[in-house]
């Protein structure tokens, strides 16, 4: 099969570290020429974690946080469902018409807008992005700057055209991006005040498979999911020979990132190396130095099936909440915009979720 569908999580899109800033985030997922696989998803999140789910086969909002389902007021619920049935249609009739201007008929394709903002609570500066993908790729962004639309492809020029002079849809995209996404997302960080801003100190391991493989430091069990882990020399921070992992999710709420240092025993046996962890929950570093005693190993009846399980069962996870690819892009510039002529007459009437 030409194109292969994988499972992950959007919530790795987050860069800022020690961040104070609280994010709300949506994405909608159109499918097709997936067998038993639902031709829509939608999954709310708050601060990278899942506030919602829903999609086309089982028909209804299911809310991914005990704080929301406790603390959301009478009719949030079939509002949200009202939207993502309006999202549903919207998105079946986009990725057809996606189809026939790449001239697509058969195979796997997707079609997805990730649109959502962020709000700094320290500083009170908001961002926002809105953004459409096809195949996981860029299709057509809103620049929030210029209020204008922009594209990578040929394909999506005429939809530019359009949008660019459809005043009323830009209107609403401002107001929506200035003061509707913020004002949910602050009632929202209220809701799970207690959840989204507490803090969970890492555990952190020295792992090898063998004497001969690199050591790897892994970091679990911590939240928020901002971390930084380095390894030093002699109290030096290295740059080479490193290699950082993404930070993926526990199945429990909370992270976990590894980095693996490629060094030979007898340098480390001769040097002093250590691996470095900063996080939120702690003030001081978290430094296990790089010694036999502290090292796991298979040959020592490590308990690398629990990192693997661990893995696997975030994965689970992710493939649950979200479905289909997340295309990768970049932190600047995201827009929100339909697939065609056709397309942008219909979502020029879009009702955002709240």
């Not at 949030?76 to 990725?95: D, L, P, V």
């Amino acid at each position: 099969m030409r194109k292969v569908v994988f499972f992950t999580l959007i919530l790795f899109c987050i860069d800022s570290t020690f961040a104070v800033t609280h994010s709300l985030w949506y994405v909608y997922t159109g499918t097709s020429g997936i067998p038993d696989f639902p031709e829509f998803v939608s999954v709310g999140l708050v601060n990278g974690e899942p506030i919602d789910y829903y999609d086309s086969k089982i028909r209804r909002v299911t809310p991914r946080q005990r704080w929301l389902e406790q603390s959301a007021e009478p009719g949030y619920w079939e509002m949200q469902y009202q939207y993502s049935r309006y999202a549903e249609g919207e998105m079946k009739r986009s990725i057809e018409v996606a189809k026939k201007l790449f001239n697509h008929s058969e195979g796997i394709h997707t079609y997805q807008n990730m649109y959502g903002c962020e709000w700094n609570d320290e500083t009170g500066v908001t961002d926002a992005f809105d953004q459409y993908g096809y195949d996981g790729s860029d299709f057509i962004t809103l620049d929030f700057k210029t209020m204008s639309f922009v594209t990578p492809v040929q394909q999506a020029f005429p939809t530019k055209r359009k949008w660019d002079s459809d005043t009323g849809r830009l209107e609403e995209e401002r107001n929506y991006f200035t003061w509707t996404c913020t004002d949910w997302l602050k009632k929202y960080v209220s809701y799970g005040k207690s959840t989204l801003e507490r803090t969970v100190r890492p555990e952190v391991s020295l792992l090898q498979k063998d004497p001969s493989s690199p050591v790897t430091c892994h970091a679990t069990g911590f939240f928020p999911k901002g971390i930084v882990v380095t390894w030093q020399k002699d109290g030096v921070d290295m740059h080479s020979d490193v290699e950082v992992e993404e930070t993926l999710p526990n199945g429990d709420g909370t992270f976990q990132i590894t980095s693996k240092l490629t060094v030979k025993p007898e340098n480390w046996k001769r040097n002093s190396y250590s691996c470095v962890v900063q996080h939120k929950s702690s003030k001081d570093d978290i430094a296990v130095l790089l010694e036999e005693k502290n090292i796991r190993t298979n040959q020592g009846g490590v308990s690398w099936g629990i990192i693997v399980g661990c893995v696997a069962a975030a994965l689970a996870l992710v493939a649950v909440v979200t479905g289909v690819v997340l295309w990768r892009r970049s932190r600047t510039g995201y827009g929100k915009a339909g697939t065609s002529d056709t397309d942008s007459e219909n979502s020029s009437q879009q009702q955002p979720k709240a």
